[in-house]
């Protein structure tokens, strides 16, 4: 019932690799991202590692690859002008439906992933992308990977790196009110082969590979699409919570696919 | 001069606005003791044992109460003339918890982190019970209340062990023969959620003794004179004892209609002489507040063939929750102000339960229990036309009341009403549908639109009525003082929510001096220098306390002109008073009223003019509304999308033509927000799901559509200046509208709000 | 521990615990603008501007702005008085509680987009929450007030 958050220490560490130092250094230490959602649980922390001063600000890009720092925002994701020229604009479009922007203006890149939020709309859009997470000690870790399974010990996400290989991605989520967190989010992507993603099922997102593997092989158009939502039904778990049913989640998610297969001009004629 | 009926900006509009210091906590004493309230996490327990040792030691902790070192006085919270309809079922704090988040214990420490500290200290065993948590099952339940102590001051129909809290049966004519007699007969339930009112600032109040050792209460309040009597009465103090201020408020809609945060703080300060200060949480007012009960209609409604709806029988279940806190007012307005709407039935009849669940209390939110009785008839009216296979606005012009006309439930159901024809000349909701219905062009839109192979758009209405105050029931009152420079000051007990009332009871004072609105300074409220008013509930300042501001400026024209005639020396009818000057009318001498204030108080006469003027509402003044709404409704995903909602309001001449629109404007989002977002879920051990903004989800700006409000050109004779209220008829028509706009949109008939996409979607 | 920050152009140096939120730190100190009205970063109340940027105060820890440049109400006074004057003006003042956060969002959208379009306006103010106007009011307000912008920018 009481909800109280208790610091003995704040620092904000020059490097990732003075930060590690102090994250490893004590149990009850925590890393900071935007701690947007900290006031949502009780929690007692020795430290509390600030990422400010890390460098990990910057959304970069190289002739084969975008890179996100960890400390980058949402807002900042939305506004990027590297990112519009990438997958249909899909991560800032992910984005930014989410509460309000002075909400989007602390949550950061890194806090999300790193925490593999279920609710998450930005998970769910990188899971379609060629992208990996930068870790300090884990080194470089397929997205997917990392959302399944996490870090396997107390580690900092420094960045995210995604390929730059021109797929068509789409994204969508349905929510009820606008401010509200998503009853259900999906992502597509094509490039040679067909990826989708489901998130916010309310569990983490996950890949439908069956489906994947269905397209794949029998290419996706209007008259082999809802034996292809069936294969994505059956695969994909959805489970019930405050914002909705899994029968309900279950049945937009066809929709939603639908959708995002129009918007990202996958289906043949 | 001419300052009614204008649109004037709100007088402490800019102040509010630049972030001026203005409510409570601004002011609170930065050394006040910080209050905190260990809350209940079990729906039905009994404290077996609270043991308070260890936190007491923790350094700068001032006090802890439990409910073994409190006195025991059952109180009812509810802000109500006296004697009270609701329960005294409440205490400071009690051996049983009645809902996850009741008070177990009063913490208070120098700081905030002491106070939480403490309170994670305080160990308590629970004996937990089984709660009640179905309604339908509450009267064949447990009693929520094991406790013999409590009562009822007023007979209501109150029975402990059953859990009902109050009954509310009234009926005309013979219902069972008029039944009969249909051609048509439907039987509908429907049902409403415990909508949070939402208001912006939690409830928060600072107390402090002053010189004379009297408790000063600040408190974020609709009611400060029901909170000092509630107050003196749970303290077990004299009501002399207590001073009420109440600073600016940020948002009421009745959530400060019940005393809250008052008692803690109020407490602490008596225990130790110091100032203490309490703010809510949000999860605090979820949890620890009021919501708009929810409720349960079964609905009969018979016609014959043609549309004549000859017989409405309405069956009510309400949900009090823990405490009875205005179950008994809402739910007989729920009867009272909605099956008046249909005057030319040859019977109708109310029956209703409010019963006690472990639930988080009911209490008071805006439409106050006739916004779910308007959604239960309101839909069964609509589905009546379906079944008749008329359009619903025919149906309404068949059976609906208007202008001129009566019906003697308004007798039977009016407080004091008498037996004379109480006849509704003011009435203009025969314009408000017709002119709805030309504003969102009913004729080409209705029913539905296909918009595209998986959007199409639908349209509803409904129409509502609410009351004007209560009837000889709540009071208020005014005084008016002429200064040393010939301004007034106007002290009002009434408090301004938000609505601009300060404003609007200004400009009631002007236009009844003759003066020109900088000439009247205002004060409100505060109970040791403002004189009585029930409060900001009931729709009642405009109308009531505008009454009452008429009358004070009545009385002070009449001093001025007594003590003109004395400085003339002459007598009163040869004076005349125009706003400016005094005149003496036989030789056309004249003294300003500058002057004339001056003289009076430093020269002559030596006396200070105050008037007091009081009002209670003698008739029932309602104003009415024509709510249409157009939806649009994803077939695919169940989501509603608001397209337009217009709203036409007949609340007689509006003192302020932009204050009310804004307010209908407002009423109408609130609206949506119970019809389409408002979701409230328990677990199955009766935890409060959604109890943060995060979970619980009010309307953002795009959640909204299109509202578009007009005001209708009425006038009311009772009314100050003609006017009768506007701020809660404007939500009632909102939810059964839009449920309609759905079903003729898609089929799909949403009998219990919210109407979710899920549910939408999986009737389809 | 120490926050030194800039609050509305001024250095200062505020002792705060490490556990402690913006909002709280802002108003114990005197910015008794910025209000509150959920702990969950939910409702816009509570919004401030960080190096420019419009951010919740209620969810920010104050050490997370050491070093960096506060505005609150306080500091755009000015700005406040000529936008406010739109909002009273429409009536959607109300019970002003939300008014400060508004405020400051109504100013990052113009920051952000020079003439937004409605769509715009709402998407930027989306998470301002507001119970007694029903935004269409505030609406009406912000439009005109861009106009009126718009025009005195023309007239230049």
Redesign the interface.
């Given at each position: 019932?009481?909800?109280?958050i208790t610091i003995k220490n704040y620092v904000v560490p020059q490097t990732v690799e003075e930060a590690y130092g102090y994250l490893t250094s004590n149990k009850a230490s925590t890393i900071f991202g935007g701690g947007a959602f900290i006031r949502?649980g009780s929690k007692n922390i020795s430290t509390a590692i600030d990422l400010s001063k890390c460098g990990l600000n910057n959304i970069t890009e190289s002739d084969d690859s975008i890179e996100i720092g960890a400390m980058v925002t949402f807002g900042d994701l939305e506004s990027s002008t590297i990112l519009k020229n990438h997958f249909n604009n899909l991560l800032a479009i992910s984005v930014k439906d989410i509460v309000?922007i002075q909400m989007r203006n602390i949550v950061t890149v890194g806090g999300t992933v790193y925490s593999r939020y279920g609710f998450s709309d930005f998970i769910t859009a990188l899971m379609v992308l060629d992208a990996k997470v930068k870790l300090h000690k884990g080194g470089l870790v397929p997205i997917e990977l990392f959302i399944t399974d996490g870090s396997k010990e107390k580690d900092i996400l420094e960045y995210i790196t995604i390929k730059k290989d021109n797929r068509r991605a789409s994204f969508k989520s349905?929510r009820?009110?606008?401010?509200?967190?998503a009853?259900l989010n999906i992502a597509v992507s094509k490039k040679e082969n067909m990826c989708i993603a489901v998130g916010a099922r309310p569990g983490r997102a996950i890949l439908a590979k069956k489906t994947m593997e269905y397209i794949n092989e029998n290419g996706i158009n209007l008259d082999n699409l809802e034996e292809a939502l069936d294969v994505l039904t059956e695969e994909v778990k959805f489970g019930s919570n405050?914002r909705?049913?899994s029968?309900?989640r279950e049945?937009?998610c066809r929709?939603?696919i639908?959708r995002a297969l129009k918007e990202a001009d996958c289906l043949e004629a | 001069m001419k300052t009614v009926n204008s649109?004037i900006?709100?007088l402490?509009?800019?102040s509010?606005?630049?972030?001026?210091?203005?409510?409570t906590?601004?002011f609170a004493p930065?050394d006040a003791l910080i209050v905190k309230v260990?809350?209940?996490?079990h729906a039905f327990a009994r404290i077996k044992k609270i043991d308070t040792t260890i936190a007491e030691k923790v350094p700068g902790v001032a006090c802890i109460f439990t409910h073994k070192n409190v006195i025991r006085k059952p109180f009812t919270r509810a802000g109500q003339c006296y004697p009270e309809l609701s329960p005294y079922d409440k205490f400071l704090l009690d051996e049983y918890v009645r809902h996850v988040g009741d008070d177990v214990a009063i913490i208070a420490a120098i700081d905030e982190?002491t106070a939480?500290?403490a309170?994670?200290l305080i160990k308590v065993e629970y004996d937990v019970l089984k709660p009640v948590l179905d309604l339908r099952e509450a009267e064949n339940s447990n009693p929520v209340h094991p406790e013999e102590d409590i009562f009822t001051k007023l007979e209501v129909g109150f029975n402990r062990q059953k859990n009902i809290v109050a009954k509310i049966d009234f009926s005309l004519g013979d219902i069972d023969e008029a039944l009969a007699s249909s051609e048509i007969v439907i039987k509908r339930n429907y049902s409403t959620q415990a909508q949070a009112?939402?208001?912006?600032?939690?409830q928060r109040t600072y107390t402090y003794l002053d010189n004379y050792g009297r408790l000063v209460v600040v408190t974020s309040t609709q009611i400060p004179f029901h909170v000092r009597r509630i107050l003196a009465n749970a303290l077990d103090i004299p009501m002399s004892k207590i001073r009420v201020i109440k600073p600016?408020?940020?948002?009421?809609?009745g959530s400060k209609q019940t005393a809250q945060s008052e008692f803690y703080p109020a407490l602490v300060t008596l225990e130790t002489g110091k100032p203490a200060k309490i703010v809510y949480?949000?999860?605090e007012v979820f949890i620890g507040t009021t919501s708009r009960h929810a409720m349960t209609f079964d609905i009969t409604i018979g016609a014959d063939r043609k549309g004549k709806i000859k017989a409405i029988d309405m069956e009510g279940l309400w949900d009090t929750g823990a405490y009875g806190e205005h179950a008994q007012t809402t739910l007989g307005a729920a009867g009272k102000k909605v099956l008046t709407l249909y005057n030319k039935v040859d019977a109708c009849r109310f029956n209703g339960k409010a019963l006690y669940t472990n639930h988080v209390p009911g209490g008071a939110l805006r439409g106050f229990g006739v916004t779910q009785g308007t959604f239960a008839l309101e839909s069964a009216i609509n589905e009546l036309a379906k079944e008749l296979d008329i359009d619903p606005i025919k149906l309404r012009e068949i059976n609906m009341i208007k202008k001129g006309e009566t019906t003697p439930l308004y007798n039977i159901v009016t407080k004091g009403a008498g037996n004379d024809p109480m006849y509704m000349d003011s009435c203009l909701l025969e314009y408000c549908v017709n002119r709805g219905k030309e504003l969102i062009s009913w004729n080409a839109k209705y029913p539905k639109r296909v918009i595209s192979s998986t959007k199409v758009r639908g349209m509803g209405m409904a129409i509502s009525q609410q009351g004007s105050g209560l009837p000889n029931i709540d009071m208020a009152s005014a005084t008016l003082k002429l200064n040393d420079d010939g301004f007034f000051t106007l002290l009002l007990g009434a408090t301004d929510?938000?609505?601009?009332s300060d404003t609007i009871l200004c400009q009631i004072a002007a236009e009844a001096l003759n003066v020109d609105i900088d000439k009247i300074i205002v004060y409100a409220s505060d109970t040791d220098i403002t004189p009585f008013d029930s409060g900001a509930y009931a729709s009642s300042t405009t109308y009531t306390t505008g009454n009452a501001v008429i009358d004070a400026a009545e009385k002070m024209k009449d001093l001025i002109i007594s003590y003109g005639a004395k400085y003339f020396e002459t007598v009163d009818e040869n004076i005349a008073f125009d706003g400016s000057n005094i005149i003496r009318k036989d030789n056309n001498e004249k003294i300003s009223l500058v002057e004339f204030s001056k003289k009076i108080t430093y020269n002559m006469l030596f006396t200070q003019l105050v008037a007091t003027g009081s009002f209670v509402p003698k008739k029932a003044a309602p104003p009415y509304m024509a709510g249409f709404a157009e939806v649009e409704v994803d077939l695919?995903?169940?989501?509603v999308d608001v397209i337009d909602f217009i709203g036409v309001v007949d609340c007689g001449t509006p003192i302020?033509p932009?204050?009310a629109?804004?307010q209908a404007?407002?009423?109408?989002?609130?609206g949506i927000g119970l019809a389409?977002?408002e979701?409230v879920?328990y677990t199955n051990e009766g935890r409060l799901?959604?109890n943060?903004?995060?979970?619980y989800?009010?309307?953002?700006?795009?959640?909204?559509g299109?509202?578009y409000v007009e005001l209708a050109d009425g006038y009311d004779e009772t009314g100050p200046y003609g006017a009768k209220s506007i701020g809660e008829v404007v939500i009632n028509t909102v939810a059964p509208a839009i449920t309609e706009a759905i079903y003729n949109a898609c089929g799909v008939r949403i009998r219990d709000l919210p109407a979710?996409?899920?549910k939408v979607?999986?009737q389809l | 521990m120490k926050l030194n920050a800039r609050i509305n152009g001024i250095k200062v140096s505020l002792e705060i615990?490490p556990d402690e939120f913006l909002v709280d730190t802002l108003?114990?100190n005197g910015y008794?603008?910025?209000?509150q009205?959920?702990?969950?970063?939910?409702?816009g109340?509570c919004t401030i501007h960080v190096d420019g940027k419009a951010v919740l105060s209620c969810v920010l820890l104050s050490a997370k702005v050491e070093g960096r440049e506060i505005t609150?109400?306080?500091g755009v006074?000015n700005e406040?008085?000529v936008?406010?004057?739109y909002?009273?003006?429409?009536?959607?003042?109300?019970?002003?509680?939300?008014?400060?956060g508004t405020?400051m969002s109504i100013l990052y959208l113009e920051k952000s987009i020079a003439n937004p379009t409605d769509e715009e306006i709402?998407?930027y103010?989306?998470?301002?929450?507001?119970?007694?106007?029903?935004?269409?009011?505030?609406?009406r307000a912000i439009k005109k007030y861009m106009e009126g912008k718009y025009n005195e920018n023309c007239k230049q």
């Amino acid at each position: 019932m009481i909800n109280l958050i208790t610091i003995k220490n704040y620092v904000v560490p020059q490097t990732v690799e003075e930060a590690y130092g102090y994250l490893t250094s004590n149990k009850a230490s925590t890393i900071f991202g935007g701690g947007a959602f900290i006031r949502m649980g009780s929690k007692n922390i020795s430290t509390a590692i600030d990422l400010s001063k890390c460098g990990l600000n910057n959304i970069t890009e190289s002739d084969d690859s975008i890179e996100i720092g960890a400390m980058v925002t949402f807002g900042d994701l939305e506004s990027s002008t590297i990112l519009k020229n990438h997958f249909n604009n899909l991560l800032a479009i992910s984005v930014k439906d989410i509460v309000g922007i002075q909400m989007r203006n602390i949550v950061t890149v890194g806090g999300t992933v790193y925490s593999r939020y279920g609710f998450s709309d930005f998970i769910t859009a990188l899971m379609v992308l060629d992208a990996k997470v930068k870790l300090h000690k884990g080194g470089l870790v397929p997205i997917e990977l990392f959302i399944t399974d996490g870090s396997k010990e107390k580690d900092i996400l420094e960045y995210i790196t995604i390929k730059k290989d021109n797929r068509r991605a789409s994204f969508k989520s349905m929510r009820n009110s606008k401010g509200d967190y998503a009853i259900l989010n999906i992502a597509v992507s094509k490039k040679e082969n067909m990826c989708i993603a489901v998130g916010a099922r309310p569990g983490r997102a996950i890949l439908a590979k069956k489906t994947m593997e269905y397209i794949n092989e029998n290419g996706i158009n209007l008259d082999n699409l809802e034996e292809a939502l069936d294969v994505l039904t059956e695969e994909v778990k959805f489970g019930s919570n405050s914002r909705g049913s899994s029968q309900y989640r279950e049945k937009i998610c066809r929709t939603l696919i639908k959708r995002a297969l129009k918007e990202a001009d996958c289906l043949e004629a | 001069m001419k300052t009614v009926n204008s649109s004037i900006s709100k007088l402490d509009g800019m102040s509010l606005v630049t972030g001026k210091a203005a409510y409570t906590d601004d002011f609170a004493p930065k050394d006040a003791l910080i209050v905190k309230v260990l809350r209940s996490p079990h729906a039905f327990a009994r404290i077996k044992k609270i043991d308070t040792t260890i936190a007491e030691k923790v350094p700068g902790v001032a006090c802890i109460f439990t409910h073994k070192n409190v006195i025991r006085k059952p109180f009812t919270r509810a802000g109500q003339c006296y004697p009270e309809l609701s329960p005294y079922d409440k205490f400071l704090l009690d051996e049983y918890v009645r809902h996850v988040g009741d008070d177990v214990a009063i913490i208070a420490a120098i700081d905030e982190k002491t106070a939480t500290k403490a309170m994670k200290l305080i160990k308590v065993e629970y004996d937990v019970l089984k709660p009640v948590l179905d309604l339908r099952e509450a009267e064949n339940s447990n009693p929520v209340h094991p406790e013999e102590d409590i009562f009822t001051k007023l007979e209501v129909g109150f029975n402990r062990q059953k859990n009902i809290v109050a009954k509310i049966d009234f009926s005309l004519g013979d219902i069972d023969e008029a039944l009969a007699s249909s051609e048509i007969v439907i039987k509908r339930n429907y049902s409403t959620q415990a909508q949070a009112q939402g208001m912006m600032e939690t409830q928060r109040t600072y107390t402090y003794l002053d010189n004379y050792g009297r408790l000063v209460v600040v408190t974020s309040t609709q009611i400060p004179f029901h909170v000092r009597r509630i107050l003196a009465n749970a303290l077990d103090i004299p009501m002399s004892k207590i001073r009420v201020i109440k600073p600016r408020i940020g948002g009421g809609f009745g959530s400060k209609q019940t005393a809250q945060s008052e008692f803690y703080p109020a407490l602490v300060t008596l225990e130790t002489g110091k100032p203490a200060k309490i703010v809510y949480s949000r999860k605090e007012v979820f949890i620890g507040t009021t919501s708009r009960h929810a409720m349960t209609f079964d609905i009969t409604i018979g016609a014959d063939r043609k549309g004549k709806i000859k017989a409405i029988d309405m069956e009510g279940l309400w949900d009090t929750g823990a405490y009875g806190e205005h179950a008994q007012t809402t739910l007989g307005a729920a009867g009272k102000k909605v099956l008046t709407l249909y005057n030319k039935v040859d019977a109708c009849r109310f029956n209703g339960k409010a019963l006690y669940t472990n639930h988080v209390p009911g209490g008071a939110l805006r439409g106050f229990g006739v916004t779910q009785g308007t959604f239960a008839l309101e839909s069964a009216i609509n589905e009546l036309a379906k079944e008749l296979d008329i359009d619903p606005i025919k149906l309404r012009e068949i059976n609906m009341i208007k202008k001129g006309e009566t019906t003697p439930l308004y007798n039977i159901v009016t407080k004091g009403a008498g037996n004379d024809p109480m006849y509704m000349d003011s009435c203009l909701l025969e314009y408000c549908v017709n002119r709805g219905k030309e504003l969102i062009s009913w004729n080409a839109k209705y029913p539905k639109r296909v918009i595209s192979s998986t959007k199409v758009r639908g349209m509803g209405m409904a129409i509502s009525q609410q009351g004007s105050g209560l009837p000889n029931i709540d009071m208020a009152s005014a005084t008016l003082k002429l200064n040393d420079d010939g301004f007034f000051t106007l002290l009002l007990g009434a408090t301004d929510i938000g609505t601009g009332s300060d404003t609007i009871l200004c400009q009631i004072a002007a236009e009844a001096l003759n003066v020109d609105i900088d000439k009247i300074i205002v004060y409100a409220s505060d109970t040791d220098i403002t004189p009585f008013d029930s409060g900001a509930y009931a729709s009642s300042t405009t109308y009531t306390t505008g009454n009452a501001v008429i009358d004070a400026a009545e009385k002070m024209k009449d001093l001025i002109i007594s003590y003109g005639a004395k400085y003339f020396e002459t007598v009163d009818e040869n004076i005349a008073f125009d706003g400016s000057n005094i005149i003496r009318k036989d030789n056309n001498e004249k003294i300003s009223l500058v002057e004339f204030s001056k003289k009076i108080t430093y020269n002559m006469l030596f006396t200070q003019l105050v008037a007091t003027g009081s009002f209670v509402p003698k008739k029932a003044a309602p104003p009415y509304m024509a709510g249409f709404a157009e939806v649009e409704v994803d077939l695919e995903t169940g989501k509603v999308d608001v397209i337009d909602f217009i709203g036409v309001v007949d609340c007689g001449t509006p003192i302020n033509p932009k204050l009310a629109k804004v307010q209908a404007e407002g009423g109408i989002v609130q609206g949506i927000g119970l019809a389409l977002y408002e979701e409230v879920k328990y677990t199955n051990e009766g935890r409060l799901i959604n109890n943060t903004f995060m979970e619980y989800k009010m309307p953002t700006r795009m959640d909204t559509g299109n509202i578009y409000v007009e005001l209708a050109d009425g006038y009311d004779e009772t009314g100050p200046y003609g006017a009768k209220s506007i701020g809660e008829v404007v939500i009632n028509t909102v939810a059964p509208a839009i449920t309609e706009a759905i079903y003729n949109a898609c089929g799909v008939r949403i009998r219990d709000l919210p109407a979710t996409p899920e549910k939408v979607l999986l009737q389809l | 521990m120490k926050l030194n920050a800039r609050i509305n152009g001024i250095k200062v140096s505020l002792e705060i615990s490490p556990d402690e939120f913006l909002v709280d730190t802002l108003r114990r100190n005197g910015y008794l603008g910025v209000k509150q009205g959920c702990d969950t970063g939910t409702c816009g109340v509570c919004t401030i501007h960080v190096d420019g940027k419009a951010v919740l105060s209620c969810v920010l820890l104050s050490a997370k702005v050491e070093g960096r440049e506060i505005t609150t109400i306080e500091g755009v006074q000015n700005e406040a008085k000529v936008i406010g004057k739109y909002l009273v003006d429409e009536g959607v003042d109300q019970c002003g509680y939300c008014s400060s956060g508004t405020i400051m969002s109504i100013l990052y959208l113009e920051k952000s987009i020079a003439n937004p379009t409605d769509e715009e306006i709402l998407h930027y103010l989306n998470g301002n929450l507001c119970r007694c106007t029903g935004y269409t009011g505030q609406l009406r307000a912000i439009k005109k007030y861009m106009e009126g912008k718009y025009n005195e920018n023309c007239k230049q």
